[in-house]
């Protein structure tokens, strides 16, 4: 009975800290709650967020509440894209040379809202943007395409005029899916189809369709303008009441197109690449220019521009390898254990771990693996007692060039590299190190890190990682009006 009472006991502490914890935690979502219900999403459902009606929910059920409003707010900004992109579509392609003019493009044009929806999503831990990287790269597009128009007065290719609208037609489609699978209410100030908020956008869409209207005539038109303005003012308002109560972060400090290039300049990149490769490496593969899509290229353009960011995050990335395989091979040789504790903890935390940071690389299993033995091995080096001790050493230095060695070799078979020494590795050329000591690798992996983050565009590789995402989900409209072409 002593031994049940004990149980008893243990089950009754055990599950007052597990209430502990999770009243706490309630607590701290009712209160992240209150701050959210003010997010502008395009809907009025801050009664939904009512604290007392909030109280009874279940810690499961206020985590989801925490959801639905990042949920809605990707719904608003849909609607919102969908709706300026149909009733555009519809004003435009029919009477381009009529409504494209210098005064009326900007109202046309969508590509800085779609930039700062990306931007206002994307600080997110782990939210996906799928289809606003579509409506993001289509836009911009779009402000190329009309922007030659009303510079050539009103002159265009009626070839690159049906490829624009067959593109049009897949984004308008995709956005619809996005609706669909956010499983999005009706009820947004966005919403073409919410008849109570849209009644003027609605009838103007009508007019757009109606083969019997004069959809060209100035006062549809007009009209049409209007509608647009409206909600971009209302978009425009909703980005800054969410800035001004500090709901979400806008970084905008680099454009998104720049950022999806990852440097600057080509040559920046190919300065570094020259600085800490060998001679020896097979260059050619590695300066391909690969333009952001214009226009001529269409949406599976984007398909280049994923396979020059994974050629420059892969080469990069292997350089890195090849320079800690040579500082861990070095270290192998001698190891005096005052040195190599300095030395590794200089390694793995001046120099790996701010690559980690800059490449953002900590969720990367085989760069944490390698992190996580070096850290082992370190504390196997303190002092080597007898001979059982030195060997475990060995062993755990083996598995460090093991997981390296495996780690370049499938970054260059996925990425189809060609084979990239660093100037620290053991190889010739002139463009090397002979026989580079510890100080040596330290000195140039410092180096090599340094140069990259103060080169590397911030936030580009968040933004690349996001972007293969879409392109990796998505098939992409191929140039005929037909087939259609995977973006793998």
């Not at 690449?273 to 599976?300: C, K, Q, Y």
């Amino acid at each position: 009975m002593a031994v049940l009472k004990s149980w008893y006991v243990i089950v009754f502490l055990i599950t007052s800290v597990w209430s502990s914890d999770d009243m706490a935690e309630k607590e701290s979502y009712l209160d992240k709650l209150q701050s959210l219900k003010q997010l502008a999403t395009g809907y009025n459902n801050q009664d939904e967020y009512d604290r007392k009606k909030l109280e009874t929910l279940s810690l499961v059920d206020l985590r989801q509440k925490s959801l639905d409003l990042y949920r809605y707010l990707e719904c608003g900004y849909c609607n919102s894209a969908l709706f300026h992109l149909k009733l555009m579509g519809d004003a435009v392609f029919d009477n381009i040379k009529d409504i494209l003019t210098p005064e009326t493009l900007e109202d046309f044009l969508f590509d800085k809202e779609a930039s700062m929806m990306l931007d206002s999503l994307l600080v997110l831990n782990n939210y996906e943007v799928k289809n606003l990287w579509l409506v993001f790269i289509y836009t911009r597009q779009i402000r190329v395409f009309f922007g030659q128009i009303v510079n050539d007065g009103g002159k265009f290719s009626s070839k690159v005029l049906n490829k624009t609208r067959r593109m049009h037609e897949f984004v308008l489609t995709e956005i619809e899916k996005d609706l669909d699978r956010c499983m999005c209410p009706l009820e947004n100030s966005f919403n073409i189809n919410y008849e109570n908020h849209n009644s003027l956008a609605k009838h103007q869409l009508s007019l757009c369709n109606n083969s019997e209207a004069e959809s060209a005539s100035a006062a549809n038109n007009g009209s049409v303008i209007d509608a647009i303005r409206q909600k971009k003012r209302l978009l425009h308002n909703n980005f800054e009441k969410n800035r001004q109560r500090g709901l979400l972060e806008f970084s905008m400090s680099e454009s998104l197109t720049d950022g999806l290039f990852l440097f600057h300049d080509k040559e920046t990149y190919k300065l570094i690449i020259d600085e800490f490769m060998a001679d020896n490496s097979n260059r050619s593969t590695l300066f391909t220019t690969v333009h952001f899509p214009e226009i001529t290229s269409g949406l599976e353009g984007v398909k280049k521009l994923k396979k020059r960011q994974r050629q420059i995050i892969g080469t990069l990335t292997i350089i890195m390898l090849e320079m800690m395989l040579s500082y861990t091979l070095k270290t192998c040789q001698r190891r005096e254990s005052k040195n190599f504790l300095n030395n590794t903890n200089t390694f793995k935390n001046q120099i790996l771990g701010k690559f980690m940071d800059i490449m953002s690389l900590h969720d990367n299993g085989a760069f944490k693996k390698v992190y996580a033995q070096l850290t082992f091995c370190s504390s196997l080096n303190r002092e080597f007692k007898d001979s059982f001790a030195e060997e475990m050493f060995d062993d755990c230095m083996d598995v460090i060039v093991l997981l390296i060695n495996n780690s370049i070799n499938k970054i260059t078979k996925n990425v189809r590299l060609p084979k990239i020494k660093s100037i620290v590795s053991d190889c010739e050329g002139e463009n090397v190190i002979s026989k580079p000591t510890v100080d040596d690798i330290l000195r140039e992996s410092e180096k090599f890190v340094v140069k990259i983050e103060n080169h590397i565009i911030p936030h580009s590789i968040r933004l690349a990682e996001s972007f293969w995402i879409m392109v990796r989900e998505k098939i992409l409209p191929n140039t005929s009006t037909t087939s259609r072409d995977e973006a793998n």
